[in-house]
């Protein structure tokens, strides 16, 4: 017998052979051998006697399976896998499922070092597939095929139901990544071996041809749950390969094999099974020929919808989001399975589909959804009115001109196309949770979380070039992209809704079948309380996509009662009178995190009241103010603050600007600024979330009203916000000092009149020395009233604040060079169709100059003064800014200077070594810096890091003396982001 160095036993092949699990532990056993290359550990741990170490190493196989490649997977990896998937632990069996794949992958294709499995399958999906650059290993593909594939079949017949999911999710994306005719013989024998074998077996023993399998419990009843757990798996496996790519499962194919066997599943005597079915109907339908869905799915939908088990009625009611869905989305892929077609005759074939389809889903789907609505069971029709709203958003088109999801112009790529991968913010989610649901389940991207899709890292501004727009964009806080990307998702959805119209003969049936339940959730009085506040939720939930797809008639009609029911609680009539109910605080919350999306669907009429709204107070902006902003709830106000900006751009400027002053009074009152709420735990003002909020929307805000407007109403909120207690209020609130400044340009504060000019020269002169002189006295001289009785020994962190402010001016100047408009002033622009402006982007030529010169003549000398700041993270600040100015100021006179001499001094630090000056920030050509963290107490937008200095910070994020030294030597301690 051989033995290894530890004297383990070795096999006939060499191998380690699997400890005895009956011996004593030895402390050796205890530990890892950190000495091991990675597949020795592997090898070695995965047979451990300890489960814990056995757990950590069987998710390391993937990862090791990809860095010894496909040899050495072959030969060493997979000997360990028969007795791995025997394991008496589940969560190991589990895990094991979740590497198979990925294992497949690296025995077919681990030696091509460019293989990506996002772009394998889009190459699939373009049908080049004999053009694809990627080449099988034919040894590995026969491996994955036959033996990986036969460990997937036992563990899709384990006993636990993560197990068989985890196997599952595996063997139907494995169906991705073989060649297609290899599907009918290695993906989908599993699945109907295990329905067929379930219907032959009725012993209740193990199934055909497989072993038993760990902690089984034995007896009759045992085994008929086993075989309705494996029946269910069975349905989930077929729905989810029927919803594969087309060029991979044919709809030939999925006739063939996977319809019958659903129907057969539909007939089971099991209502588990049979709600099983139910559920796996749409994605079938969604792989499925015309003649199939019209002949066999539909029908069997149909069927179950009258189900003696009130159970599968429920289940029919909520799968019919996901019906109705399916259904449109069949087009595109009915005439992309055949003759490839283009141009006039594709959409002419598609529309053909559509038109037969979208009678489908109103002949038989709408008479599904009535009949559960008055269903004798209670449970099936609160089910039903919970699925209502977004059954009735449905029949809104999400597909774009190609009617397809990867089409550009459709919601659906905007829900789960490439701008969803990256992007910060983004309405459309949000607007279509429903919808969005659906394209995850529909989508078999997202099958399995082992190959979900990659999305590509933010490159690190470490190393991007310094002078390049992306790392000039990285110094944005990310609060700004989110806004503008919520505004451009809601301004794409609004072009959406006019450019593809919903169908009338939709727009009839669902007026006259489903308005009316859905308008009368609003008023729900079942005698239970809670339920009637569900269902509230529920309809307000849902009211955007239903306004989105009925329009303005719809809202005149019956939404708009339905609105004020919901925000009221009680009617238009009944709220004449006097009376009210309270209104579920979820309901408010929903109602003012869409309230914006309401207004701007409606665009202009939300200004059209009547005499009797205005004198009963239900006019959209008595709502807006008395219900949204006026909230005692914080949660209220936040949801409702948060999209501000939105909300005012649609009034007209007369109308927007009468309301600033109510708006300046509700922001600076009891609610908001002026709260003083605090409690004996947390000294901090408790609704800094409300403060910070109103930092953020500052700049768009701004941007909606003129010169001297915002000088009266807007520049003593940011005052205000700039001397915050709270650290991440004060660096939000400094982005608005940009948009401000460039406010005060001469030409917008031209009102007109009689030596205008003359006036606007001196408001601007006036108006911009007194920002300069504020944040020179709050910044640099530490006069505020808020910090007299401080010691000035913590004045540090507000020159930093200066420093990060001349850093906003000069971004917005370096993304705006070459600003060509000669006015970029569009406070007065009320056209609909025009994008949302992002407020550090449009600026024009004068701006450009206007700002150019405050920073040079005005507010840069006063920085260059930190050159010699005791401090070390004011100076570091100081560099940061620099680095971002201007390159005719920066690399010209005395800032060059300065800059160089910073940059020497920081390369000296910690013993030559040095640390990043901007942990995000590339070195400059001329001196090559390593290792300098910049974030320092104050940094921007939550950089993680911080320069390490002594002393304890308080809540204004000052210091003791300890600080106040010259710091060219080590620094130690902690600077935290300080509120």
């Not at 699997?18 to 530990?31: G, Y």
């Not at 406070?827 to 701006?847: C, I, K, M, W």
């Not at 301690?973 to 509120?979: A, H, I, P, V």
Request: net charge neutral; charged share 20%; aromatic share 6%.
């Amino acid at each position: 017998m051989m033995l290894n160095p530890e004297g383990i036993p070795l096999g006939t092949n060499c191998t380690e052979a699997a400890p005895d699990p009956n011996a004593a532990l030895r402390f050796e056993d205890l530990t890892i051998d950190d000495d091991l290359s990675l597949l020795d550990r592997v090898v070695r741990y995965v047979r451990s006697g300890i489960a814990l170490q056995r757990l950590v190493h069987v998710k390391m196989i993937a990862e090791t399976a990809k860095t010894v490649g496909t040899a050495s997977t072959i030969n060493t990896i997979l000997p360990l896998l028969p007795t791995l998937i025997l394991d008496q632990e589940s969560i190991i069996r589990q895990h094991l499922a979740a590497q198979l794949l990925p294992l497949c992958l690296t025995c077919m294709f681990g030696d091509d070092e460019n293989f990506d499995p996002q772009a394998f399958r889009k190459s699939r999906s373009a049908k080049n597939t004999e053009n694809s650059s990627y080449k099988y290993n034919s040894e590995g593909y026969t491996i994955a095929t036959l033996k990986i594939v036969h460990h997937i079949n036992i563990l899709i017949t384990d006993p636990d139901m993560d197990v068989r999911k985890a196997a599952s999710d595996a063997l139907a994306t494995l169906a991705l990544y073989i060649k297609p005719q290899d599907i009918p013989s290695c993906i989908l024998p599993t699945p109907l071996r295990l329905v067929q074998n379930i219907q032959n077996e009725k012993s209740g023993g193990p199934l055909q041809g497989q072993p038993g399998r760990p902690g089984t419990a034995g007896g009759p009843g045992a085994a008929s749950n086993n075989n309705d757990d494996f029946c269910i798996t069975a349905s989930n496996l077929l729905a989810d390969i029927a919803s594969l790519d087309s060029t991979q499962v044919p709809p030939s194919m999925v006739a063939q094999y996977i319809t019958p066997t659903i129907v057969a599943l539909c007939k089971h005597s099991s209502f588990r099974v049979r709600r099983a079915a139910v559920q796996a109907l749409p994605r079938v339908i969604g792989g499925s020929s015309m003649a199939d869905v019209q002949e066999n799915l539909m029908p069997c939908f149909i069927r179950l919808s009258k189900d003696e088990v009130y159970r599968v009625r429920k289940s029919v009611g909520e799968c019919l989001v996901d019906m109705s869905r399916s259904l449109m989305l069949l087009p595109a892929s009915l005439v992309d399975m055949g003759k490839p077609l283009s141009g006039p005759k594709r959409s002419k074939q598609i529309e053909s589909f559509r038109l037969t389809l979208q009678e489908m889903r109103r002949n038989s789907l709408i008479p599904i959804c009535t009949r559960l609505l008055q269903d004798t069971n209670k449970v099936v029709r609160h089910g039903m009115m919970q699925f209502l709203g977004p059954f009735i958003a449905s029949f809104y088109p999400l597909e774009g001109e190609g009617y397809s999801q990867d089409d550009e112009n459709g919601i659906m790529y905007m829900l789960g196309g490439k701008e969803a991968e990256n992007s910060v913010g983004g309405l459309g989610v949000q607007f279509f949770p429903h919808a969005n649901g659906m394209v995850s389940r529909l989508n078999p991207d997202n099958i399995s979380a082992a190959v979900a899709k990659k999305t590509k890292a933010p490159t690190p501004r470490s190393e991007l070039p310094i002078d390049s727009v992306e790392f000039l964009e990285s110094h944005l806080p990310s609060f700004l992209e989110k806004c503008h990307n919520d505004a451009m998702s809601l301004f794409r959805i609004l072009q959406h809704r006019i450019k593809h119209p919903v169908p009338a003969k939709d727009i009839t049936a669902v007026k006259q079948s489903l308005m009316p339940s859905y308008v009368n959730l609003s008023s729900i009085n079942t005698g239970d309380s809670n339920v009637d506040a569900e269902m509230r939720v529920y309809c307000a939930y849902s009211l955007p996509g239903i306004i989105l797809l009925l329009g303005q008639s719809g809202w005149e009609d019956s939404l708009k009662a339905c609105f004020f029911q919901l925000i009221t609680g009680s009617s238009i009539s009944a709220q004449s009178k006097g009376e009210a109910a309270l209104v579920p605080l979820p309901v408010k919350r929903c109602l003012a995190s869409s309230f914006h999306t309401v207004c701007n669907m409606l665009g202009p009429s939300i200004t059209k009241t009547t005499l009797e709204e205005k004198a009963n107070k239900l006019d959209l902006l008595t709502i807006f103010e008395v219900n949204f902003l006026g909230d005692a709830d914080e949660t209220v106000r936040l949801n409702v603050i948060r999209n501000l900006p939105s909300f005012l751009s649609l009034l007209s400027f007369s109308k927007r600007s009468n309301y600033l002053p109510v708006l300046y009074e509700i922001i600076k009152g009891d609610t908001m600024l002026a709260s003083k709420r605090t409690n004996v735990l947390n000294p901090i003002l408790l609704n800094w979330r409300q403060r910070d909020m109103i930092a953020q929307i500052l700049p768009n805000l701004i941007s909606l009203y003129r010169a001297d407007q915002v000088r009266q109403y807007l520049w003593p909120i940011v005052k205000i916000l700039l001397s915050d207690a709270v650290n991440i209020v004060r660096e939000n609130v400094e982005w608005s000092i940009p948009i401000l400044l460039r406010c005060y340009e001469v030409g917008n504060c031209s009102f007109g009149g009689e030596g205008d000019v003359l006036h606007a020269s001196k408001f601007s002169t006036e108006a911009c020395d007194e920002v300069f002189l504020f944040l020179k006295d709050t910044l640099l001289n530490n006069s505020s009233p808020r910090s007299a009785a401080r010691s000035s020994a913590g004045a540090f962190s507000k020159r930093q604040s200066y420093c990060r402010i001349l850093s906003a001016v000069a971004l917005i100047l370096r993304l705006n060079i070459g600003a060509k408009s000669a006015n970029g002033d569009t406070r007065d622009d009320t056209d609909g169709n025009a994008p949302p402006q992002h407020p550090f982007y449009t600026l024009s030529s004068v701006e450009y100059t206007h700002l150019h010169q405050l920073l040079k003549k005005t507010l840069l000398p006063s920085a260059l003064l930190m050159k010699e700041d005791k401090v070390t993270n004011v100076r570091l600040a100081l560099a940061k800014c620099l680095r971002v100015m201007p390159l005719d100021i920066r690399d010209r006179g005395k800032v060059g200077v300065v800059l160089r001499t910073l940059e020497d001094e920081i390369q000296t630090w910690e013993g030559g070594g040095g640390q990043d000056m901007d942990s995000e920030v590339p070195t400059t050509k001329k001196i090559q810096m390593s290792g300098m963290s910049l974030a320092g107490s104050t940094s921007t937008n939550g950089d993680p890091k911080a320069v390490r200095v002594s002393g304890n910070i308080d809540m204004q994020g000052t210091t003791g003396n300890s600080m106040e030294t010259s710091s060219k030597g080590s620094l130690t301690g902690d600077s935290r982001r300080n509120r």
